[in-house]
């Protein structure tokens, strides 16, 4: 490019970037809406729109009657113009779910994850990313991104996941380089937990909250936060990682060094085992334990504890960022008993106690988050703009999310 023409290219990036934001906040849209939005003219948007027809990301959607009696050409993202891939790694199963760019889910698979780890886990997720590809019958060139989900924390320098226990082998090789190679596309690894206050924050409980906090409650605790309309990620992705907090025990411990003395206190394991201190069965499992609590006086003691402990890590975890809202996710922390149950101990902690709720996407919850995490790459990719483009879900995306 000689350097006379790059001024134009420059104006026409700009401007292509500037429609295409209209386009994503309030499609479907006419090209009126788009230059009362963005102050080009209409011969400029006129050429950026056919460009974009041109290239395949956008058509014509409908028809709005005008102002005068005439009708006006609507425009909206065509779906089907690229596709993503979410993936969401646990330590018992591995979720993978191809999605267009409205965020439908056009097909899935789940399956128990590889117990080897490391290699293994990789070469199971390209298995099940192919299988996934095969099924809904796309070239493999119209994937364009994938993020996953995964415990822990990636470590910038190395690429390995630390601080992730139950999926062994991931720390040990450049995790995010190995994917790319096995899937040949970019690909992007986050903590499960920030995913799941995506997801959240997409088409969730907590999508109209610029702050909020969402706290996963299961085999551990986590904690992802989102302030003034933002992911917090921290110096070096360790954000939210409330399961080091001093509460519940003491972190001089060295017992908790490993998992968190917070986590020692709450997680799964500790619910079991102050369970059965209780005179509970040692046969039970923690959901086991939540279903019988009408008759269980020692189930209903163990969930009375848990909540208190939380309720004091959720008014630590208000101090410092004020949330809105207080999402509460994860096999166990969702359970409306236990949330009703911490709500009561914030009342008597709080002057005026933060608003705080299950979340509405369950388990699906990091998965969601993977694949509008993958449809921003796209975006930024291809225009030049994510992350702050205002992506909204489709109505019906949620519905299906939590179902």
Same mark, same amino acid.
């Given at each position: ?8 290219m420059?104006a026409?990036?700009a ?32 050429e ?6 041109r ?16 009708s006006a050409?609507t425009?909206?993202?065509r ?9 969401d ?14 965020? $439908? ?9 590889q ?16 299988t ?5 019958g ?29 999926v ?13 190679a ?5 690909v ?23 702050s909020?906090?969402?706290v996963? /409650?299961?085999?551990?605790i986590? /904690? ?7 992911? *917090?990620?921290?110096?070096r992705g ?8 001093? *509460? ?13 003395? /917070?986590?020692?206190a ?34 209903r003691?163990?969930?009375?504890e ?23 996710g994860?096999?166990?922390?969702a359970?409306?008993? *236990?949330?009703?149950?911490?709500a ?16 509405? /996407?369950?388990g ?15 975006? $930024? ?23």
């Open positions: 490019m000689t350097l006379d023409r790059a001024p134009a420059i026409r990036q401007s292509t970037r500037l429609v295409i934001e209209q386009v994503l906040r309030g499609g479907p849209i006419s090209r009126a809406e788009i230059a009362r939005g963005t102050g080009l003219s209409k011969q400029t948007i006129s950026v729109m056919r460009e974009l027809e290239g395949g990301w956008v058509r014509e959607e409908g028809q709005v009657q005008g102002a005068v009696g005439r050409v425009y909206a993202i779906p089907d113009a690229a596709f993503v891939l979410g993936i790694l646990g330590g018992t199963k591995l979720h993978l779910a191809l999605a267009d760019l409205h965020g $439908q889910i056009v097909a899935e698979i789940v399956e128990p994850t117990h080897a780890g490391g290699a293994a886990v990789i070469e199971q997720i390209g298995r099940l990313a192919d996934l590809v095969e099924k809904v796309i070239a493999r060139d119209r994937v364009r991104s994938a993020v996953m989900g995964s415990p822990g924390i990636v470590d910038p320098r190395s690429g390995a996941i630390m601080i992730a226990p139950n062994p082998g991931l720390d040990t090789f450049d995790v995010r380089a190995a994917l790319r096995r899937l040949g596309i970019d992007a690894i986050e903590n499960d937990v920030n995913l799941a206050a995506v997801g959240e924050h997409w088409c969730g409980g907590s999508k109209d909250a610029r909020f906090a969402f996963a /409650l299961g085999t551990g986590g /904690l992802g936060i989102f302030a003034d309309g933002r992911l *917090l990620r921290g110096a360790a954000a939210g990682e409330i399961s080091y907090l001093p *509460l519940g025990g003491d972190p001089y411990d060295a017992r908790g060094h490993r998992v968190g003395t /917070l986590e020692m709450v997680g799964s394991a500790a619910m079991l085992g102050r369970y059965v201190a209780l005179g509970g069965s040692d046969k039970l499992t923690v959901r086991e334990i939540f279903d019988r609590l009408d008759e269980d006086a020692a189930g003691a163990v969930m009375d848990v909540a208190r402990i939380v309720a004091t890590a959720i008014l630590a975890i208000h101090s410092i960022i004020d949330p809105e809202v207080v999402v509460m994860g096999n166990v922390g359970r409306p008993e *236990l949330v009703r149950c911490i009561a101990h914030l009342g008597r902690c709080m002057a005026e106690p933060v608003r705080i709720e299950s979340s509405r /996407l369950g699906r919850a990091t998965l969601i988050g993977a694949i509008a995490g993958a449809i921003d790459q796209v975006h $930024q990719a291809v225009f030049g703009i994510g992350a702050g483009t205002g992506l909204r879900a489709p109505p019906d995306l949620a519905m299906a999310a939590a179902s």
